[in-house]
C-alpha cells in the first residue's frame, strides 16, 4: 500500500502530534526523501522519539523504512508526472508533400525561436552567470531525463576549463540526497526544469535557496518551479509541436555560457592550443 494512503487510513486513529507529523508529510511529500531525521524534527516540531513512533504506527520499524516508502511514492509521482511524452502529429493525409511542409514549418519555428531570443537576449545577464561560475569552489549541475542531456554537455564544457563540475542525476534519489547535504559555502548550483517538470524539482530548488547556495535556474517560463528560487535566470522557450521540449535554444544558451568563460578564462594567445585540447 502507498505510504499516503496508509497514512489517511490510519489518521483517524493518531494522536493530535501524530496529525501534525500525517499532515506535514502529506503536504510535503518529497521533503522526507532529502532530509534527515533532526531535519524532521526541527521542520515538525516534534522530537525525535515521537518522530519514530509514528514510524512504527505506519508500520515502518524506523526512521530510513518511512524514508524508503516516501521515495517509493515520489518515484511513483515521478513516472506519473514528470515522464517524458510526445503530442500525436496531425496529419489529414499522411502523403509526403504533407510531412515535408509539416517539417519545414517546424524548422521555421525553431529559426523564430532563436531569432527573438537572440534580439531580447541580456549578453549581461550571461556575463553575470558565467562570472558567478568562475568563483564558485564546486558546480552542482541538477538535471533529469531530458535534461540530462543539457547537464551532461555543460557539465564536460566545464569540466575542460578545469572548473569542478558535478552532474547530479535527480531521478536518483540517494544521490541527490547526498549531493544537498554537502553543499557548502562557495558552492553553485546549476537547476534544469523543461516541462513536464520533475516532480519534486521545486522543493529540491528551495532546500538549496534555504542553505543559502546561488543558483542559476535555466528554464523554460518564468512561472516554472524553479523560475523563483533562481539568483541567475535563463529562460528558455523550448515547446514544440510534437515535442514537450526542444534542445536547440537551451543548447545555443548553454553554448553561449560556456563561449564566455572560454573568453573570460583563456588568454588570446592561448586560444589555438586550447582547441588542441578540445575532444572531436
Known sequence: ??????????????????????????????DICYIT??????????????????????????????KDKFRDH??????????????????????????EALLLEIFNEEVRSLTEYCANISLRGISRTAEEIR??????????????????????RLQILYFNAVLVDLGNLEETQCHLQNLTEGDFAILFSFPRYFFPISNIARKISESGIPILAITDSTSSPIAKYGDHL????????????????????????????????VAPSEIEEFKDTLSS
Open 37 to 66: 531525521l533532526a531535519q524532521l524534527s526541527q521542520n515538525t516540531s516534534a522530537c525525535e522519539v515521537t518522530l519514530l513512533r509514528f514510524c512504527q504506527k505506519m508500520g515502518c520499524a524506523n526512521f530510513l523504512e518511512l
Open 135 to 156: 568563483k564558485s569552489r564546486r558546480i552542482y549541475i541538477f538535471a533529469h531525463d531530458l535534461s540530462k542531456i543539457m547537464g551532461n554537455y555543460l557539465e564536460s
Open 74 to 99: 515520489t518515484q511513483m509521482m515521478i513516472k506519473l508526472v514528470s515522464s517524458p511524452n510526445y503530442i500525436a502529429p496531425e496529419l489529414s493525409t499522411g502523403s509526403a508533400s504533407e510531412k
Open 234 to 265: 535563463l529562460i528558455c522557450p523550448a515547446q514544440t509541436k510534437f515535442f514537450y521540449n526542444s534542445l536547440a535554444l537551451p543548447m545555443a544558451v548553454l553554448n553561449l555560457l560556456a563561449s564566455c568563460l572560454v573568453i573570460d578564462n
Open 1 to 30: 500500500m502507498d505510504i499516503i494512503e496508509r497514512i489517511r487510513i490510519a489518521y483517524p486513529e493518531l494522536t493530535k502530534k501524530q496529525k501534525a507529523i500525517a499532515d506535514y508529510l502529506v503536504a510535503n511529500p518529497e
